[in-house]
């Protein structure tokens, strides 16, 4: 129970204060009578003067309020009419009829391309009459030449050329030759629809289809055979040796013949032991140890033996050259072999490359050395496809395919002469010319496409060796220049797509096959169209949803009480300080010094009260106090008629607390709790 002062009606008294002596009531009438003065008029003119003050800035901060408030639920109404219409829009929108017809389109050319792709494997005589280990054996050689061109490669170390070659039969294998993943994989229809249409229309060349095919192989990984590949692949097999000679002659191709299915299975124990890099790595060399022995690459051998010693006599030329002497004849020895240097510093990088290219090669060949040792299961309708098109995507010419299947196939090779120790400028082809063939069971090999082009080869070759040394001029004893087929090495190079070459015209039918790319084109245009314009009204959507703050509206404060706030900024100036809030961004602490701000954090949220109608405002995660918290800032809002930081403080360690009128909080709760 308390008591009211007669003229101060908000005034109430606890029935303690009576009598006290101490006037309370400005007539006094809360003491005996006598004892206080009568001050109402001066009491309540300031109060009136106060109540009118706050009833004028509630009066005119809620008629702003109001309108804020209505503007917000016009703008929240027409943007939600926006977002219907654009979901109707969007629902209208699908890409899937595009993506569909390009696909079939994709899927109708692979299964068309596939037919015509066996259909030249099945009536061309190229690789007739050869065994599983002489069709391996040239799939390897063909990769090593197209590694030495280039060709499909990723740094040297992968026969690009192979992996393509299993796409014409819809296969493919996994990413790292040395990472256990070179057993091969069925290619789902629509996914290799995708790769063989694409690298037929763009001419940019994948074996998988990266981010589209990542994470799908490992599901499809399967035997060849019918039945599914077993989960103890590496016990299964005997690892038999795929490139051994099938009478186990002893003659000069013997040392291709090492069985790289224990290479292999080598390789699976140490993988299963221990998963380390240099395992694999010390792997590869021994794949690539197993190219360099192999008969083909005899004059590569010989050409990198004399390489380096050459290089080591220039070496020693260049270093002799130089001299401490001052006498006019040292000074002209000097500037003689100031010339000597430069020709030879060329020579010394011409070996270089040269090197570099056959290396490219050992490491292409032994990509695909892996490749069979991993997956012997082959059958013998499947390397000769794989070796047919391996020649076609190398880019092998017809000489080149020629002299691989002359080391490749048993009995073609006159195994009286060492290329090894021919001449600097003779061939290392000499013993097989005039070219030899051999009769398999009424199966002439090489065919006679072959035969032809060897013939003119044999006519051309001897001149074409002697051509190289003509050009070559000696300082000292030392090469001025290494002309192509110097060493009896010639660098090969991929046969022209549209050129003569015997071997590109038998595969002229495939090379030429019709492909719809103007129609899958126009598909994936619109497509993309389509998505763009999704993406579009999408985003269109997620910003009318922030804008009125949500399906719910409430991160706009009670009815929309921030729109009118949202993204602008308030400052006030508290000692050497600026402090600055920006509704929906960040606040900053500002000095002279620092034109940039300090962070006191990012806006939060906004609570309200519903008991005390008090409006806050919060930023946190500010930039990180010296050896403290995060800096933050709290702003307390009160009626205003205008928007406006009155102070700021700092109560605690790097946590700010401003004080701040806005009309936002000029509300009825407001207006009953101040009395007016």
Partial sequence: MTFACPQQPNLHLPLSHLSDGICDCCNGVDEDVGICPDICDEVLKAERETHAKLLKGYELGSNKRNQELFKFKQFRKEKLEEIQQWKTERTSLDPQPSIQQAQEIKVNYTQERKKMAESLVRTSTLLAGMTTSELQTMTVLACQLSGEMGIHTDGGTTCGALRLAGLEGGLLWGEDNYNDKSTMRIVPNPDLAKLIFHNTAEGEYFWTLQEEYQGKTTTNRRRLEEEGMPEDYEDSHDYDDHFGDDDDDDDDDGEDDHTAQDHYKKKRKVNNNN???????ELEKEFVERVKTMSFSDVRRSFLKRSTELVEEIATALKSSTTDESDEAAEEQATKNTVDREAFNKVK???????????KGFKSGASALLFFSANEELSLEQLRSLTFYT?????LAAVQTWQAMIAAVDGLKDTDVDSSNAQTCGSP?????????????????????LIKTAEEYCLNQATIAMDACAQVQETDGIPTDIPDGYFGYVTPVAVEEDGDDPIRKMFAPLASFPIEKEAVQKLEEEKERIEQEITALEGKMKDAWKAIGGKDGKKMGPKGELFSLADQCFSVEAGK???????????????????????????????YNEETGERTLYWENGQQCWNGPARSATVHITCGAENKILSADEPDTCRYVLQMESYIACDDDYKKRMGL
């Fill in 275 to 281: 998963k380390n890099n240099n395992n694999m790595s």
């Fill in 349 to 359: 990088s011409n070996l270089r490359t040269k090197e570099m290219t056959i290396t």
């Fill in 577 to 607: 300080y600026t402090y600055e809030v920006c509704v929906f961004k960040g606040a900053k602490q500002k000095d002279g010094d620092n034109a940039g701000g300090t962070s006191l954090g990012k806006f939060k949220r906004m609570d």
């Fill in 391 to 395: 020649i076609y995507y190398g880019k």
């Fill in 429 to 449: 082809w000499a013993g097989s010319c005039p070219p030899k063939t051999i009769d398999r069971d009424g199966t002439v090999i090489p065919s006679s496409v």
